[in-house]
């Protein structure tokens, strides 16, 4: 148990739909982030938040769409993804931007 | 952010010392190295960092070389649990780049019984 929870563990969704997930970090921390993890593929950065300020997008397509309404939230709405978006979604979290990262199970994301 | 280059996989005994090597040639002096791993199904977990000196807590030493172009991670027991893929990252000190952690492919360790 890390602190960080996300929730669902497991989605399947149709590339027609509208979904989000849900990230909750009890640890106190002020930056928060999501990963992308393909298969095959490394962990790739997707977004940071800051003090519930976003202050990296890294390239990140617009059908995934951020959320971070308080420090211990996080979101990321999903809606008209494609195949090739099934991935495990991992969010983290940190004291303050830093290196050392607190991550959260994933959310295994199945785009039909 | 500098290239760190690890070997694909290793194999270690239960209850050995595991010893996993990177490569970070190209380090700069205000890169630290940071070392995670990751469990099947899991999110990834801290390790240990360091910069310059040896490093070691509860879960891991750190080895550093005096060029600093390598390092080891040593797991002293390692147990089955230790199964997972290590990674070694090298990452800048200040500007924007702080949190933006780069992984790589990383190790594959494999701890038989």
């Known amino acids: 148990e890390t602190g960080v929870t996300q929730t669902p563990r497991h989605l399947v969704m149709g590339m027609t739909n509208k979904k989000s997930l849900k990230c909750e970090q009890h640890?106190?921390?002020?930056?928060m982030y999501w990963y992308k993890q393909s298969a095959k593929k490394p962990l790739e950065l997707m977004f940071v938040?800051?003090?519930?300020?976003?202050?990296e997008n890294n390239s990140v397509p617009s059908r995934f769409s951020p959320e971070c309404p308080n420090s211990s939230h996080l979101f990321l709405h999903l809606h008209t993804l494609q195949p090739e978006d099934s991935a495990l979604y991992l969010c983290?979290?940190?004291?303050?931007?830093?290196?050392?990262?607190?991550f959260g199970p994933g959310t295994r994301l199945t785009v039909t | 952010d500098a290239k760190t280059t690890q070997p694909t996989s290793m194999d270690c005994a239960e209850g050995r010392a595991a010893n996993l090597p990177c490569n970070h040639s190209?380090?700069?002096?205000?890169?630290?190295v940071y070392w995670y791993r990751q469990i099947h199904s899991q999110g990834p977990q801290y390790i240990i960092h360091?910069?310059?000196n040896n490093e070691t807590n509860e879960m891991a030493s750190l080895i550093i070389t005096e060029d600093r172009k390598s390092s080891t991670l040593i797991l002293p027991h390692a147990t089955l649990r230790d199964t997972a893929v290590y990674y070694c990252?090298?990452?800048?000190?200040?500007?924007?780049?702080?949190?933006?952690?780069?992984f790589g492919q990383g190790t594959i360790l494999t701890v038989h019984p």
């Open positions: 983290a979290s940190s004291p303050g931007l830093a290196w050392e990262q607190y």
């Open positions: 360091g910069l310059k």
């Open positions: 640890l106190g921390h002020n930056a």
């Open positions: 938040y800051n003090f519930k300020e976003q202050t």
């Open positions: 190209t380090i700069s002096g205000n890169e630290y």
């Open positions: 990252i090298a990452t800048i000190a200040g500007g924007t780049s702080y949190g933006k952690l780069t």
